[in-house]
Structures are given as structure tokens and as C-alpha cells.
């Protein structure tokens, strides 16, 4: 039964792309089978693990116009994850798809002829609640929200909110809020520690474990074009997301 | 004469919001008017400073639509910082404004009736390339870049310079990349100060100085409603920000 998990939030840098490239990896350590979606044009995701953007023949762009399948689209990386990749052209597809009817689902069509083959399949949102992220958010079954547990961010989860309780009534009523997902966390602060808390009493949403830790391994793995899980192996944040993974296959979201 | 300066950086969070408020508020502790204007939707700066975006009756998102003039929606910060607020409604500009014409040059006509009361006017940027954006770039004399100096910033380089370039074709011949400011530096690891001197030699681009290093002082800020400079007063932070105004303030941009 393949899982569809949206990685959103809105705000910039708190390590959306990481996380879908590190559970993805772990994922795939693990034994499953996994698709990851780039669906932001800057394609940070792709590059990220191994690819040019700018070298590549088709894209989650094509596929969403309709153009080319998606089976032709996916690539593999040195990390055993297939992905649908991104490129620059996908800045055009907020403003092509702005007119169309039905815009909300040409992602979730797309994803109906390859889904089969994945145990699990991660969207990496763009910093932004455009029509590419309405579209990841209308095609999963779960959301998880990457969270730096800073105030600025904070700021962001109510909007966030809303824009998913609006896809949930309107596209997919399926949809569920998996959790929050801490990042970059620095538990030394108790700033951190306190905006959890009151991400978590506020909008009753459950805190996925153990939290990933700020590390500068994390800096280097982009650079070799792997996922941190090996470039650090044995590293914490290599660790972290590997016990995310675990918890996070065993259990399906509630709500 | 008014400097008008876009502090632009597709990537997220990279400090833009950061940047806009420590040099605001360093500005007018230096003896400058200055003026600065949340162009993202998530309104983060508006926060920043003390303001509830929800709490607003005008915003920048009205004064580009022509409905308010920009005298009546600027707005005072306990940082002594005026300031053009943002509010969710921003979110709208981008369709409102994409079938327009002359939709680029929006912001500089509004700020045309303002900017001659300030020093300085800061450009706060959402992270993408998107019409807001180019609207900061064709309103500017001047653009800053702050910049993360991890592999994943430096690649959204190549398209920041791109888009700036064609908007000096195109809509603003006359803006000037006055250069990178290094955000988040942790001048402990080699990465970043490669990062860096590549960027700095690839581009030809000017890197401000001094870099702001990582410090746990910013995460308070925003809570407080105040710019760092106020709530760690004598900081690294805070004096380095005062540092990089300084500099800005004595030498304009040469390209
Ligand atoms: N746990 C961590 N510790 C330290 N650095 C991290 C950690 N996780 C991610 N990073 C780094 O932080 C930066 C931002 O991460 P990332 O690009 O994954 O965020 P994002 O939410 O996808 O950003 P965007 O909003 O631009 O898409 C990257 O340079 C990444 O390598
Ligand atoms: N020098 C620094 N050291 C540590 N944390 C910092 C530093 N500068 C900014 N931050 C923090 O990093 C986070 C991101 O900063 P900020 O929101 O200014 O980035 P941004 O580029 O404006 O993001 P976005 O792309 O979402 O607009 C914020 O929580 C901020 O407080
Ligand atoms: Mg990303
Ligand atoms: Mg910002």
C-alpha cells in the first residue's frame, strides 16, 4: 500500500529538501521501495543528489503538462532513491497551470501510473503555498511539516494550517496531518524546546521523534551529491533520521 | 539622495528578513532615515518588528493594487524604523498583478512618491524569483545577496545573477549589484569560506564585509518584536550588522 507524504512549509530553509533526501535514503536502507518528487523549481533536491538540472532531458515540469510520462521522467540516484526531477522550467508551471481546471490533481494523476511501484513516495515543497504545493498537499495521504522551532516559523504554522485544512476540504479529504518534524534543532536554547511545545498544545499536532539535531555534516553531503546518510554514516543527523524512518513506517497518520 | 537596495536570495531562509531588519535598525542608530518594505507574503519582517500582520488596515499589497497611497500605509517600529508593512493579502499580488501591464514597475512608481523622505529604503524579498521580486529589482539602485555559503545557496547564485540581468536589460538599467553579504558564516568549517571565495571569483561579485557569523541571539529577536540590535545590544551579531551598515553607507555600489 505505497504512502504519498507531502514535506511542506512555507518558510524558507528549514530543511525540507534535507529531510526528503535523508528519509528517503533511510528509507531505501530499510527495504522499501521509494519515489521522491522535486517540486520546486530552484531543484535543490536534485542537485542535491547527483544531478544537474540542467543536463536533464524531462522533468516533473513535462509531466505535469501532460507532455511525457512520468515512467519516462524518473531517474535513479547513487542513493538507490528513484526521483521525478526538477528543473528551471518548472517556474513556469505556476503560471500555465494558473488557468486550468482541475490544476489541483495534475500531480496526484501523474503519480496514479507510477505510485504502484514505491512503498513510499516524498514531495519536497517549494518555500511558497503556490499551485505546485496545493498539488503535493491534494496528492498525499500524509503531510509532515520540517520545523527549525524558531519564532519565524512559528509564525508560519497557522497559515499552513489553514491552507491544508482548505485542500482537505475541498480536494482531498483524505489528507493527514502526520506531524512536525524538529529540524536543525538546537536543544541547548530553551527557545526551541518552548516553540515546540506550543506548536504542539496550539494546533494539537504530534511531534515526530527523535528530533535532528544542527550539525555541520549536514553541509557537506549537496556538495558530494549523497544523502548525509552517506557522506556522515555513523554521524547523529545520519542516526536521527534513520530512527525518524523506523517510526515513521511503522505508523500511519491518525489525523 | 535615496539608496534604494533589494536584499534578494531565491533560496530560503538565508537571513534576508535578518538583514533587512540589523541593517534597518544599525542605519538609524548611524543617523539615516530609512524605510523598508516586507514584500513577502508571510510577512515575517512586518512581525519581526513588532507588528501583527493580521492586526493591519493597509499594506504594501494595497499600495501596489493603486488603492492606497504609500504615505497612508507606512507605519512607525520601536526600532525607530519605518516601515511598509506586508500582510497574507500579498499573496494575491502575484495573480492580480501577472496579466498587468507594466506589472514590473508597480512598487517603483509607488515609491517614487516616499522615497525622497529617507536615506535608505530596504527591499525585503520572498525567497523566489516571482513578480514581487522582480518588482524590488526594477525599483532599486542598488542589490545586496545575503548568502548562506553552504552548496545549496551556492547554486541559486547562477540564477539570481540571470534574472538580474535581464531586469538591467529589460526594466532597470541602472541597478548595481553592490554584493554578497555572507549570513550564518561559521568560519570554523572550510566549506563555507570556499563556498565564498568560489562565489566571489565565478561571479565577480563584491563580498561585504564583515560576514555575520551564527549566533543564537537572532532566534530572540523576532520574539521580542525588536531587531537584534536592541535585544543583544553589545552582541557579535549586533555589532557586526553595525559594521556592514557603515561600510553600505560610505561606498555605493561601482557595477
Ligand atoms: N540538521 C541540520 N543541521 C545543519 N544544517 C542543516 C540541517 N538540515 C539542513 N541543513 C542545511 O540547511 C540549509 C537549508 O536546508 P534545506 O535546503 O533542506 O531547507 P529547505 O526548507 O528545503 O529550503 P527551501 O525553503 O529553500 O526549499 C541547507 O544548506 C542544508 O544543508
Ligand atoms: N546569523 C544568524 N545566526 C543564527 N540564526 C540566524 C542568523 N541570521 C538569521 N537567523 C535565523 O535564521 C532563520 C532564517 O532567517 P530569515 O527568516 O531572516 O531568512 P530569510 O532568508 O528571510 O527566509 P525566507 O527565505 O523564508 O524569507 C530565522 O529564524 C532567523 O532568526
Ligand atoms: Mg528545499
Ligand atoms: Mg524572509
Redesign the pocket.
Given at each position: 500500500m505505497t504512502r504519498i507524504i507531502a514535506i511542506a512549509?512555507q518558510k524558507?530553509?528549514?530543511?525540507?529538501?534535507?529531510t526528503v533526501a535523508s528519509l528517503g535514503a533511510a528509507l531505501v536502507e530499510q527495504g522499501h521501495r521509494v519515489l521522491i518528487v522535486d517540486l520546486?523549481p530552484?531543484a535543490?533536491l536534485t542537485f542535491s543528489l547527483g544531478h544537474d538540472p540542467e543536463e536533464l532531458e524531462f522533468s516533473v515540469h513535462d509531466v505535469l503538462l501532460g507532455r511525457v510520462a512520468p515512467g519516462l521522467s524518473i531517474i535513479t540516484t547513487e542513493d538507490g532513491i528513484d526521483i521525478l526531477p526538477s528543473t528551471i522550467d518548472l517556474a513556469g508551471a505556476e503560471a500555465h497551470l494558473l488557468t486550468r481546471t482541475g490544476r489541483e490533481y495534475v500531480l496526484r494523476t501523474a503519480l496514479e501510473d507510477v505510485a504502484a511501484g514505491y512503498d513510499f513516495v516524498l514531495l519536497d515543497c517549494?518555500?511558497s503555498l503556490g499551485v505546485l504545493t496545493i498539488n503535493a498537499l491534494t496528492a498525499a495521504d500524509e503531510v509532515i511539516i520540517?520545523m527549525q522551532c524558531e519564532t519565524l516559523s512559528h509564525r508560519g504554522v497557522r497559515q499552513l494550517m489553514d491552507t491544508i485544512e482548505d485542500v482537505q476540504r475541498l480536494c482531498n479529504r483524505d489528507l493527514k496531518i502526520r506531524g512536525v518534524l524538529p529540524?536543525?534543532f538546537d536543544s541547548r536554547t530553551n527557545l526551541a524546546k518552548a516553540v515546540l511545545a506550543d506548536v504542539k498544545e496550539r494546533y494539537g499536532l504530534e511531534v515526530l521523534e527523535p528530533p535532528?539535531?544542527?550539525?555541520?555534516r549536514?553541509?557537506e553531503a549537496?556538495a558530494a551529491g549523497r544523502s548525509v546518510l552517506k557522506t556522515a554514516k555513523s554521524s547523529r543527523?545520519a542516526e536521527a533520521y534513520r530512527e525518524v524512518a523506523i517510526n515513521l513506517a511503522e505508523i500511519e497518520a491518525k489525523n
Open positions: 512549509n524558507g530553509g528549514v530543511a525540507k529538501t534535507t520546486d530552484q535543490c517549494s518555500p520540517p529540524t536543525m535532528i539535531a544542527k550539525s555541520v549536514f553541509a549537496p543527523g
